[in-house]
């Protein structure tokens, strides 16, 4: 067992010394979140992470992935804190005992875009609803993330509340691309197709090629991003201090302010909406 | 049309300008590219040759599941790396996974076969030329493996390369290990994967064309020394 453990160890100090870091000691003091990859497309991180390292002299170290993953990634105490957007997941991952305790962070919204030739007629639609009705009616194609991502999941939901289900048309009109917003923009955009994403990605988005937002504003298309610390007692390295530090500072007023004032193309981008401390 | 030219002309100033950004992920990218490979080369080779020469049982089962190995998916690669250094996995008490080490570590496993098994080939080859003046010098086992790899040092090379090409142009596993992280694991593939999700198609096809040329240079810097050796 000892030999074993030697030997182990030691081989794993060899790849620290090729791979020439000292990643075993690190040298800066750093928290590791798992969020998703809308909040990191977006720019949002690079701009506010920055900000909290000027407060703090904390780096922060973003793994984006969708939604679903980063709550697996978090609950493996991969991560220290996690930042996601699909709230009853993220209640459960909290009263499952896997995080401490959920605080609203900032939202924006969702917006439905399609080709400019809107074969489905649901351009200026209020209600996102009738808009996803028409699409199935017109059998027009719709592509969908399909990774289980907060973004996925909100889908889901909206097809559920209209009434339609989408797994009977599965491979049909209604196309699984099981990949990240951009990809699935991408997707889009090739087929001439319909998607839902949230604004900030559609802002980014620089291959929108015949692609037009088409339906925005319903209330139902809200997009709430809350963040959790990772429960140390779960796991005993979760760096629990300076991932409050960082929470703490995401929903003070100073990073409130912050959230508020990051553009994109002159438009702001989420909207803080932590509860007053 | 478009997306082609204006990718070479972002290629082209990224390089002219000296962006400190590409500089750090280029940086970075060799750094774990090229640990991997000499790691992969320390254990490779020497297994690569006892196969070549030595008999043993069980010797042409290891040979095909060597050869059979070079086609593992990167991905599925990376998957069990991350389960084997994710906190709740066995390694996980190190602290390792999305760093370099974590994709040092994946590009080994994912090189190894590869340089064992072109290691296997060429000294095979080599071995049968060799065979008669090692039994008349009365070379030991380890002896010989030693002749034999200095013998073959310059065919060896092209196992290096394979196994540097593959390293550099797989995103598949170190997207999972390091996971992208800016300024900290964040490689010219996982870049590239990136941008393109972004819709970036310029950007990431310049960053693919800048790959290619490092690739190529490497390749240029090998048969310049083979054709110097040929030379000599």
Known sequence: ???????????????VLMAGSSDLQAESRFITIASTTSTENSGLYEYLLPKFAGATAIDVRVVAVGTGKAIKIAEKGDAD?????????????VSDGFGVERYDVMYNDFVIVGPSSDPAGVAGFSSVGNALQKIADSGSTFTSRGDDSGTHKKELSLWQAAGIDVLEHDGAWYRETGSGMGATLNVAAGMDGYTMTDRSTWLKFSNKANLKLLVEGDPMLFNQYGVILVNPSLHSHIKATDGQLFIDWLISEPGQLEIN???????QAFFANAPIQ | MSTFSSSFSTAVDLVLTANPELAEIVFLSLRVSVSAVLIATLVGMPLGALLAIRRFPGRATIATVLSSLMGLPPVVLGLIVYL????AGPLGEYGLL???TAMVMAQTLLVLPIIAALTRQILADLHQHYDEQFRSFRLSGWKGIQTLLWEGRFSLLTALLAGFGRASAEVGAVMIVGGNINHVTRVMTTTIAMETSKGDFSLALALGIILILLVLSVNVLVSLIQAMENEA
Do not use: D, N
């Open chain 1, 1 to 15: 067992m000892t030999r074993k453990y030697f030997l182990i160890k030691h081989t794993l100090f060899l790849f």
């Open chain 1, 81 to 93: 804190v996690l930042l996601v957007h699909h709230k009853p997941s993220e209640e459960r991952f």
């Open chain 1, 261 to 267: 004032q990051y553009r994109i193309e002159g438009r």
């Open chain 2, 84 to 87: 084997l250094l994710s906190r």
């Open chain 2, 98 to 100: 999305f760093t370099p």
